[in-house]
């Protein structure tokens, strides 16, 4: 157990629908990643948050934005969705977000669109 | 940009056999690599890293060598057990970067 959790676990959703996909990190971390897995494109960095300000974004749809709270969950939500959007979503967390820092992943999101 | 090359699978082995993983990185400068596994079902557990070259990463009898001369870090185990089974990820994070560029990952399978 990384101590990072996910929730859901799973989401099914339809076309056009939008979901929240929620995010803790491990106690003391400050900084929040999200990635994206999926069949074609493997596993890809969407953005990562660094004590609740956005500090790097990789290939993160329009349609999709993330926000880091006081508490320092962080929440990927996703809009307009495709059945393309379908993968699983992974939150990573580490202690200070600098560069080359070990990051720990939570369990993932489950998302289906149908 | 910074990028990582696995070998594909999926590996097929028997118990007890020798494991090895080929990974090899493009990257400038002096990235930090890492070797994270997903067992079935599960997310992704950090396995073993390594910072500088020829620092040796090693955990649950996993290894892997930093070799910057040949851009690689391998990832090797000596006698595989059928909890092995997993899809084994290799990944960088580059200089003055700071998220992580993965492998395609490479599907293990351990049979009794």
């Known amino acids: 157990d990384s101590g990072v959790t996910q929730t859901p676990k799973h989401l099914i959703t339809a076309t056009g629908q939008r979901v929240t996909l929620r995010c803790s990190p491990r106690?003391?971390?400050?900084?929040v990643y999200w990635y994206q897995q999926s069949l074609d494109q493997g596993l890809q960095f969407l953005i990562q948050?660094?004590?609740?300000?956005?500090?790097a974004k990789g290939n993160i749809l329009e349609r999709f934005s993330a926000q880091q709270f006081p508490d320092l969950h962080s929440e990927l939500n996703l809009s307009s969705l495709e059945l393309g959007d379908s993968a699983l979503y992974f939150c990573?967390?580490?202690?200070?977000?600098?560069?080359?820092?070990?990051?720990?992943f939570g369990p993932g999101t489950r998302l289906l669109v149908l | 940009g910074d990028s990582v090359t696995q070998m594909e699978g999926p590996v097929t082995l028997s118990e007890e056999a020798f494991l090895t993983i080929n990974c090899t990185y493009t990257?400038?400068?002096?990235?930090?690599l890492f070797w994270y596994v997903q067992y079935p079902g599960e997310g992704l557990q950090l396995l073993l890293k390594?910072?500088?070259?020829?620092d040796k990463g090693s955990n649950k009898g996993f290894e892997a060598t930093y070799r910057k001369e040949t851009t690689s870090f391998h990832l090797e185990k000596g006698s595989v057990q059928v909890s092995d089974s997993a899809v084994y990820f290799c990944?960088?994070?580059?200089?003055?970067?700071?998220?992580?560029?993965f492998g395609a990952g490479t599907t293990v399978t351990v049979r009794a």
């Open positions: 106690s003391g971390d400050l900084s």
């Open positions: 990573a967390s580490s202690e200070d977000g600098t560069e080359q820092e070990t990051q720990y």
């Open positions: 948050y660094y004590n609740g300000e956005e500090r």
């Open positions: 990944a960088l994070s580059g200089f003055n970067d700071y998220k992580l560029s």
């Open positions: 390594a910072t500088k070259a020829d």
């Open positions: 990257a400038t400068g002096y990235p930090s």
